[in-house]
């Protein structure tokens, strides 16, 4: 089993910068491909970014293109979302997440096994 729990989020200005950490215990973290989704008030949760197991390819939805970086430490068990250029559409909970799926199936939340809590990232206009 695996263990995530998110840290980084917070209150930031339009065009503000914040980085996500998600920390994940156990020893298999290596094996898993890892996802940041998010979730606005009112809104289905939705695939931000993923990197694969060896952080050798990494994917992105449009709306954050060119603004976040997803990365991971395989010996720090840490993955990481820097988001530069924040919108206020930015503002959401985030959650880390930890899985298996392969091809379209990364960019979708029922391919993932395991869950952060979420951290709050509120971006004010």
């Known amino acids: 089993q695996v263990q995530l729990v998110e840290s980084g989020g917070g209150l930031v200005q339009a065009g503000g910068s914040l980085r996500l950490s998600c920390a994940a215990s156990g020893r298999t973290f290596s094996s898993y491909l890892m996802g940041w989704f998010r979730q606005a008030p009112g809104k289905e949760r939705e695939f931000v970014a993923a990197?694969?197991?060896?952080?050798?390819?990494?994917y992105y939805t449009d709306s954050v293109k060119g603004r976040f970086t997803i990365s991971r430490d395989n010996a720090k068990n840490t993955v990481y979302l820097q988001m530069n250029s924040l919108k206020p559409e930015d503002t959401a909970v985030y959650y880390c997440?930890?899985?298996?799926?392969?091809?379209?199936?990364?960019?979708?939340?029922?391919?993932?096994?395991?869950w952060g809590p979420g951290t709050q990232v509120t971006v004010s206009s």
């Open positions: 990197v694969t197991r060896s952080g050798s390819s990494t």
């Open positions: 997440a930890a899985g298996m799926p392969a091809g379209r199936g990364t960019f979708s939340s029922g391919n993932y096994d395991y």
